[in-house]
T-cell receptor
Framework: NAGVTQTPKFQVLKTGQSMTLQCAQD?????MSWYRQDPGMGLRLIHY???????DQGEVPNGYNVSRSTTEDFPLRLLSAAPSQTSVYFC????????????????FGSGTQLSVL | LAKTTQPISMDSYEGQEVNITCSHN???????ITWYQQFPSQGPRFIIQ???TKVTNEVASLFIPADRKSSTLSLPRVSLSDTAVYYC???????????FGKGNQVVVIP
């Protein structure tokens, strides 16, 4: 299994450009999410999905759009990139266990480093 | 959701046991404590999870006192490759909005 695959690994955009960060997982996980990581800020949740056709906002959703048409894919769209969106973006997925299993384990991709000039 | 507090950074010498603490004073009855490890230029990786007392796996041990208001991740005999950021998370089963704080940067020194 490849796990969680993110593409591209690096991207440079100009202000106002749009692009899509891709995320795919081959573990048949129902839950997928996007985080951004900025220096000294930890990881902040952007959007998440609990299954195909179901998405919801996280802590910092403004400027980002998501959709979930399949179980495997969860793309993150930047409609009009801004310098404030310069960050490292991580996609994560997990399955839904049972209450006795506690917090379900998140599996992360290797990240996309995005620079907006 | 329970908030966690961790030291910002710590250094340790190679070969020593490292104990990383996390405070979670308002932990709820149905919350679990989970630790993740993040190496530079990589996504976080699950290390260990527990509810109470002690949990041990091939990587680390997790100590949770009876009041569950804190926890300690113990890494035995660290090597340089254990240099990473360690995150402590607290939340219940089915938490769709898992929050990562700033974590604890651990630097292992030769």
């Amino acid at each position: 299994n490849a796990g969680v695959t993110q593409t591209p690994k690096f991207q440079v955009l100009k202000t106002g450009q749009s692009m899509t960060l891709q995320c795919a997982q081959d573990m048949n996980h129902e839950y997928m999410s996007w985080y951004r990581q900025d220096p000294g800020m930890g990881l902040r949740l952007i959007h998440y999905s609990v299954g195909a056709g179901i998405t919801d906002q996280g802590e910092v959703p403004n400027g980002y759009n998501v959709s979930r048409s399949t179980t495997e894919d969860f793309p993150l769209r930047l409609l009009s990139a801004a310098p404030s969106q310069t960050s490292v973006y991580f996609c994560a997925s997990r399955n839904f266990g049972t209450p006795s299993m506690g917090n379900e384990k998140l599996f992360f991709g290797s990240g996309t480093q995005l620079s907006v000039l | 959701l329970a908030k966690t507090t961790q030291p910002i950074s710590m250094d340790s010498y190679e070969g020593q046991e490292v104990n990383i603490t996390c405070s979670h004073n308002n932990i709820a009855t149905n919350d679990y404590i989970t630790w993740y490890q993040q190496f530079p230029s990589q996504g976080p990786r699950f290390i260990i999870q527990g509810y109470k007392t002690k949990v041990t796996n091939e990587v680390a041990s997790l100590f949770i006192p009876a009041d569950r208001k804190s926890s300690t991740l113990s890494l035995p005999r660290v090597s340089l490759s254990d240099t990473a950021v360690y995150y402590c998370l607290v939340g219940p089963y089915g938490n769709n909005r898992l929050a990562f704080g700033k974590g604890n940067q651990v630097v292992v020194i030769p």
